[in-house]
């Protein structure tokens, strides 16, 4: 909402400059978002009659006038404008005079005539656009005047951004209302006189839909004179509002929206037939808006009509065919109350909105509609001349909204707000604003006035003490308690560390949604019964993650349109699984873990190292260096999202706490990635368990090295046999490692090669040959009996 600092301090006028008051008006709630100047900086321009107006000698367009500034003596000024006349007043820039622009104004010959001064017009002054000739200012214009003082033009225009349950400050009375609680300044409301009809002119009004219309008050207006102009005050104050003056009649029903905050509207009586009537549509019914929109009311739209067609819109905008115009002299003048629930959301569903259903649908004071009517009426006759028929009002009381007391415990309210408040002060406080406080022992009862929508429940009222105490006011008082270290476990590491470690090898973090696309959990998880939201945000995101490889193929997929070919991207994050039958607990497991995706090249593109692509064992090595120094085993694995043969579980101490593998070419193609990614997902509680260092002495003795290359079925991996190695292996055996693998000439076609270097070392002596043979002889020994694995000779 806009409106005109001017304007607001003929209600209340506290002691505050623009930029204070501006402050204050977003502490107490209706946040200033703009405030402008209403006019451009300028100075020396005063309010001057052309006395004398004449054809300028050496020049076609120009004219010679005579000038009187207010001075004592007629000034001489060169002016160029079509509309310059003899007697009109307008704005005259003397010698001196700084316009917008910093254009200084200047004694100066014209064609060989001196000329003291400019008249101006609307855009020179920065006032409008408007630059077809000199802006003429009312006759009653006193002559001097500085323009500044004369049009009001040190005035401010403040634009206020309300929340939607603050319908009441939609007027200039509901914000003066605010300030005058607020700073304590006198409240001056507008004063309303009741017109006492002149006439015996009635038409009866008929509720047919009284919970959507409970109030509706009308009167009649005959002999105005639709032609008379809007006086200058109003004018200005509408265009200072952002809203342009149409004609005396339209004008003064805005200017009484705007003032009192209820919307009015204006029938031409002439083109009314029989009562009016407040209800909902007939079917194939159409209305003609001021919009020139034709629109068919949908069933639950209110309309307002007569007996023979619908007029109007109720509480949207009227129509068009019984609309006032200038050639209007009877006018009947609408004023009504309709429910915020009947007007909520109706104009958008026609593509358009209006300042009417702006405040009905937020809620205009029930009790406004009769002294609304009766200041409009007023303005009418002042302005338009004319005689007024008695109010019409038809109201169903049972229908009009209540205000039911609100308990307020005082004790609560200083415990909520922080701050010291005695039961004085609380009654003080809320008595500002017009809240009817009744004592209830200990407590309040606190009845809002008709045109507070948002006071309902006990909060409602602590809100208010707290915006009327001043949120400045409130002291910001820091938490305190006693601090202590907290232990930290050696066994265990922060999640920080898994963070560092995975972009140290090239992958950047992503935050994903927790709730995917049902395509995703079926075609990733096999998941065919996924955790469904009830109310989700977006109709494709509809149920919760039970794995985090899905959001990373959606990054990947998201790269690959934008031509990006290496990704490598993980993610830390919890995913949502229901609990088995058979657990303790119904509900649902929400574990933290770790996931990553690698694609494109293994290496960035560069000079030393040829292109090559991702591979399992990349990631795999990645995974590896995620658990070190813990030694990780892998096991072949079938899942849904990966390719058959390329895939493992991840175990860990023999416990599965994970899996690694290339994404399944079904989903590569379905999701138009290209080539396939490598993906893993670990448990992260799995990640950050830490071993405790533990010394061992270093060996300063010679090491010695002995390679075994065991012939052993293609079923047998090679995890298998060093762990079979490992179990019988005597102390001095430090390390046992595969270097090559084997499969073709001399091997049987069912058999595969393994070389395995065999690291042997003792901390106090330096081995001996009888003790190495030892030690190779039990190794081939357990792999012989455990394996069915033979020695491979020198013929093979």
Known sequence: MQFSEQWLRTFVDPQLDSDALGHLLTMAGLEVEEADPAAPAFSGVVVAQIVEAEK????????????????GELLQIVCGAPNAAVGMKVPCATV????????????????????????????????????????????DAPIGTD?????????TLFTIKLTPNRADCLSLEGVAREVAAVTGAAFRPTEVSPVAPTID?????????????PR?????????????????????????SGIRSISALVDVTNYVMLELGQPLHAFDNTRLQGAIHVRFPRAGEQVLLLNEQTVAPAPDTLLIADEQRALALAGIMGGEESGVTLETTEVFLESAFFAPEAIAGRARSYGFSSDASHRFERGVD???????????????????????????????????????????????????LGITLDDAAIQ??????????ERDGEDFRVTPPSWRFDIEIEVDLVEELARLYGYDNIPAVAPQGSLMMTPSSEHRRPVWDVRHLLAGRGYQEVVNFAFVEEAWERDFCANEDPIRLANPIASQLSVMRSSLIAGLVGNLATNRKRQIDRVRVFEVARVFQRKADGEPVAGFHQSMRVAGLAAGTALPEQWGERGRAVDFFDVKADVEALFAPRQLTFETLSHPALHPGRAANVLLDGHAVGFVGELH???????????????FEVELDAALQSRMPAYREISRMPAVFRDLALVVGLDVTVARVIETLRAVAPEVVKDIALFDVYHGKGIDPDKKSLAFRVLMQDTQRTLEDVEVDAAVAVLVQQAETALGARLRGAGD
């Open 56 to 71: 300028h000698p050496n020049a076609d367009k120009l004219k010679l006038c005579k000038v009187d500034a207010g001075r």
């Open 201 to 213: 002119a009635r038409r009866a009004i008929v509720l047919d839909a009284p919970q959507a219309c």
């Open 428 to 437: 003080s406080l809320l008595e500002r604003v017009h809240l009817k406080v």
């Open 366 to 416: 029930f009790d406004l509609a009769n002294r609304a009517l009766e200041r409009a009426t007023r303005l009418i006759l002042d302005i338009c001349g004319g005689a007024a028929g008695p109010i019409e009002e038809a109201v169903a009381p049972e229908a009009l909204p209540s205000r039911a007391p609100v308990l307020l415990r005082t004790a609560r309210a200083r415990r909520v």
């Open 665 to 679: 070419p079904v989903w590569v193609q379905r999701y138009d990635l290209g080539s396939a990614p490598v993906v």
């Open 96 to 139: 001196g005079a700084v316009l917008p622009g910093d254009f200084s104004i200047k004694a100066a010959k014209l064609r060989g005539v001196e000329s003291f001064g400019m008249l101006c017009s609307a855009r020179e002054l920065g006032l409008s656009e408007d630059h077809g000739g000199l802006y003429a200012l009312p006759e």
């Open 147 to 155: 323009i500044r003082l004369y049009l009001g033009l040190d005035d």
């Open 216 to 240: 509706y008050c009308g009167r009649i207006l005959r002999g105005v004179d639709a032609k008379a102009p809007t006086p200058d005050w109003m004018v200005r104050r509408l265009a200072r």
